[in-house]
């Protein structure tokens, strides 16, 4: 860890900030000083972070960068017991007093790594609306016929429990399941883990559909070579810090991200 | 001796057993909780449903819904009061919390109701049904309906209903029903204050077949312990069918061997099953 590091880090994140030609809408989600500690170890220091509507935002770095430590700090989540401060905010209404579940009532969904479904409930019992859900105006809340639309497979394997489907249609489920809840933000948590390249890019292909219909989406993911595709902005976490952040297109060529792309990762 | 009527005694007994053991069976199912203050909770339905008679003159289907409702008042109490152990799943705390929750209960109705045992009469107790040399009372009758429609109507509410999916999701991961939206800490709730409902209602309905005592729960507990057990953990179908073996194993063994040894022998039985069958009757062939 190195300060002078960091601090060329931010100041080619500003620079590339400014000439950032991306989604111009206006801000959906943001996260400002938020630290995450598990026991006396922070995992997570971020200043600044934020999605704009429509905006397909993609978090990568190494293992251990605080990748997940991110996401799940955002949801109000975790299945840990970490200490987490900062703010978050949807729409400009402050969450970070919310539990989980009120936070993803509120719009703010995600699709967490490892275990997504219940694997012992049907895929359609898993596509269940918990009780006193609202509908809010300007969100779209999809019904398990529209999910079924989005992801046919799903509707093939209506009858099948979480435990018996692949990967791929675990993250579909997970994906499906968060739609229903008329999300703003939708997170993803290295959705293609373990997934075949061709379940990927139809996976990542999904996001880029949605946020064409004005959801926003925060994906996290360690493929860096298939996020890069569909993102509009991607930003590099080394050390629960962001060291890089910019457009997909300027981001392509800047050294570090080619590190991360090869996967040497230079940390634990 | 009258097999027909051993066989009749152990399906009575059988559908007692598995009634009084709902309540916890969806406990340990939904909520991955133990409740050790299970019998006192009972011994505390018993005792509200026969003050509700005796003492109030309520008719008998007033005093079971008096009982329910301070039964589910007491489980929402105790859930309350171990809400933050059964968000962390502390297994070990909620054991002793509820371990103690059943002393404190057996105090307070002590001094309550006091020591002496007391008899639970109820207009289908006093009446009996002869068939031969065969007989039962429709107290007992009453038991097997009502503890079959307990089944049925909670089997049909857990895979048929929303509240039941919700319910099912809490039971697989409840960190991933936050995320579905789901309220975590009012289902726990919900599912401690069936528990007492449902406690209670078995109180209501088996209490009249024995003299009712302030400090018969942990008998109770530990039959309960073991139809939960060997029914397969949170089986709903299981703890039935066990319920109902353990019915018929406990009338035959006390018929041919010795009722002196029945729970001995009941432990026995529970102790092989599992060490043939890891997973409880209910569990299916890996």
Sequence with gaps: MSGARDATAHGAAAGARAGATGSSGRTVLEATGLSVAYGGNTALALERLEVREGEVVGVVGANGAGKSTLVNAIAGWSRGTPRVAGAVRLDGRELSSLPAHLRARAGLLLVPEGKLVFGEMTVDENLTLPGGVHVAPGRRYYDRESVFELFPRLRERRGHLGAQLSGGERQMLGIGRALMLGPRVLMLDEPSIGLAPRLVSTVLRTMRTLASDGLSVLLVEQNVRAAIEVVDRLVLLERGRVVLEGPAAEMRDDPRIAQAYLGTGHET | ?286
């Excluded at chain 2, 199912?29 to 309520?58: D, I, K």
């Excluded at chain 2, 008899?119 to 503890?147: C, H, K, N, Y």
Aim: proline share 3%.
């Design chain 2, 1 to 286: 001796m009258n097999l027909l009527q051993q066989f009749v005694n152990g399906v009575v007994l059988g559908h007692a057993y598995a009634l009084v053991a709902i309540g916890w069976t969806v406990l340990l199912g939904v909520a991955r909780l133990v409740n050790f203050g299970h019998g006192q909770m009972y011994m505390l339905g018993a005792f509200m449903t026969w003050w509700a008679l005796a003492g109030l003159g309520l008719p008998y289907p007033l005093a079971i819904a008096v009982a329910m409702a301070v039964g589910a008042l007491v489980g929402l109490v105790l859930q309350r009061v171990m809400l933050q152990a059964t968000m962390q799943q502390n297994l070990v705390s909620i054991m002793i919390m509820t371990l103690g929750f059943g002393y404190v209960l057996h105090g307070a109705a002590a001094l309550v109701f006091g020591s002496t045992g007391q008899i639970m009469d109820t207009p289908l107790s006093t009446r009996e049904i002869t068939f031969g040399d065969t007989w039962l009372t429709w107290q007992d009758a009453a038991i097997v309906v009502v503890a079959i429609a307990v089944f049925v109507v909670l089997e049909l509410t857990l895979e048929r209903t929303r509240v039941g999916r919700l319910v099912r999701m809490v039971a697989e991961d409840p960190k991933l029903a936050e995320l579905a939206g789901v309220n975590v800490r009012s289902v726990y709730l919900g599912v401690f204050a069936f528990e007492g409902a449902a406690v209670a209602l078995a109180a209501a309905m088996v209490g009249p077949r024995t003299p009712i005592l302030t400090s018969m729960g942990f008998e109770e507990v530990i039959m309960t312990f073991v139809v939960v057990v060997l029914g397969g953990i949170g089986s709903v179908w299981g703890s039935y069918l066990a319920g109902l073996a353990l019915g018929l194993f406990t009338a035959f063994f006390g018929a041919l061997v010795s009722p002196a040894y029945t729970t001995a022998a009941a432990f026995a039985v529970l102790i092989a099953v599992l060490v043939l069958r890891p997973g409880g009757l209910a569990a299916r062939a890996r």
